[in-house]
């Protein structure tokens, strides 16, 4: 049967708003109100299709037509600067059942709550001291970002994975071009440079293992006698210091944003941290949370939603920013209020491809923001809102630097 759905035209998700950037939401929602698909250029200059809404995007993870095996599609150039094969990407993330289904067993047994909680003294340690360098400032003022967002999960996820002291800074670059690249030539040198070093690091890890989880990684096998190849080795390892640390750096930073703009909430928040926390890190991952889309997805078949077809060999991104938003889910979505029950958001995605990590975040994220409220009391943005410089691309949601001052 031939299908009557709409091929709609390409929308310029910039022409649609200048500021789309700094504040995508106005844009999502004259989308969703007119359909839950479109195909955009958007402000990189990509052709790519859009899942908006609450319930069109939890249909969208979940839809195997929209696939994650990039490696094997001849259409890598889609998604990076060429199509040639990276081991960077040799990773869950990167992959559908049944090839997804046995690296996330590899790997999981190494997300229990159990290991996460007992990571808790380390994270509240490894903050306590940032937050003294920081408040020790002769004038009183500091990028919150540079001072705190970043180094506090960068330093957990590279103890965490094993990563020596003095490589860290070197991940921040190649962090940056993975996930915001200022050019393909850039972002390829980022991976070439990330490959090595890996390789480096996991030879010296098979000869000296330690406790940490890169060490447990290469020596994991399950029941069958499976484990992960070396160039699977290096994907999880590049996966799980990039994702481990970027969203973290956004929740803590875009949680500040949120609250130095509604200072009822902040003064709220303050009154009660033991009752409030909680909910409040889940208002700030559904209202603004720290991915802004999925990571694409390859249409390998035509796929209809909502009477538009998206065809074969579309790159298709998820908006998860716009569930969030959805009132079809949140009564008075744009609205931030951390009394809301904001559960079943899906800021950590949806489905088989549900973040990892998740749990982490939300500790480290509950740890930070409690102790920025707790010993910084008059904690304030220090420049004009318009004026903050966003992480370019749609895939993570933040500000390159925050001012604040106390």
């Known amino acids: 049967m031939v299908s009557t759905a709409a091929q709609p035209p390409v929308t310029d998700l910039l022409e649609l708003s200048p500021e789309f950037v700094s504040n995508p939401y106005p844009v999502y929602e004259k989308l969703r109100r007119q359909a839950p698909v479109h195909h955009v250029r958007t402000p990189d200059g990509d052709d790519v299709w859009l899942v908006v809404g609450h319930e069109a995007c939890r249909a969208a993870f979940t839809d195997p037509r929209l696939s994650r095996e990039w490696r094997r599609?001849?259409?890598?150039?889609?998604?990076?600067?060429?199509?040639?094969?990276?081991p960077n990407l040799a990773h869950l993330l990167m992959a559908d059942p049944p090839d997804h289904t046995r690296l996330r067993r590899l790997?999981?047994?190494?997300?229990?709550p159990r290991?996460?909680?007992a990571l808790a003294p380390r994270v509240q340690q490894v903050t306590d001291g940032l937050l003294d360098a920081m408040l020790a400032g002769p004038d009183r003022r500091a990028d919150l970002v540079e001072a705190f967002a970043f180094p506090l999960p960068m330093t957990v996820i590279c103890e965490l994975l094993g990563v020596p002291e003095?490589?860290?800074?070197?991940?921040r670059g190649w962090s940056n071009q993975a996930i915001a690249p200022t050019s393909g030539p850039e972002q390829a040198a980022a991976y070439t440079e990330l490959t090595a070093y890996f390789t480096r690091l996991i030879a010296d890890k098979r000869g000296r293992p330690g406790e940490d989880l890169l060490s447990t990684m290469i020596h994991a096998v399950d029941e069958g006698g499976d484990r992960?190849?070396?160039d699977e080795l290096i994907g999880m390892c590049s996966l799980l210091l990039i994702a481990g640390h970027e969203t973290t750096v956004n929740l803590i930073s875009g949680g500040m944003r949120a609250l130095f703009a509604h200072p009822d909430q902040a003064a709220l928040l303050r009154a009660d941290l033991d009752g409030l926390m909680d909910g409040a890190i889940e208002e700030m991952l559904r209202y603004d949370g720290p991915v802004e889309t999925s990571t694409g997805r390859l249409a390998v078949a035509d796929v209809e939603m909502g009477g538009?077809?998206?065809?074969?060999?579309a790159t298709v991104l998820i908006v998860i920013a716009d569930a969030g938003r959805a009132p079809e889910r949140f009564e008075d979505p744009d609205r931030f209020d951390i009394r809301r029950d904001a559960r079943g958001h899906i800021a950590f995605g949806h489905g088989i491809h549900y973040c990892l990590g998740a749990p982490l975040a939300r500790m480290e994220g509950r740890i930070a923001l409690r102790a920025l409220l707790e010993r910084c009391p008059g904690l304030a943005l220090d420049a004009d809102p318009a004026t903050l410089p966003w992480m370019p691309g749609?895939?993570?949601?933040?500000?390159?630097?925050?001012?604040?001052r106390w």
């Open 166 to 171: 003095l490589d860290r800074d070197a991940f």
């Open 115 to 117: 290991r996460i909680a």
């Open 107 to 112: 790997v999981s047994r190494d997300f229990t």
């Open 308 to 313: 538009v077809l998206i065809p074969s060999g």
């Open 73 to 86: 599609s001849g259409r890598m150039s889609q998604i990076k600067s060429t199509d040639q094969d990276d």
């Open 228 to 230: 992960l190849s070396p």
């Open 394 to 404: 749609m895939l993570m949601r933040g500000v390159r630097k925050l001012p604040v």
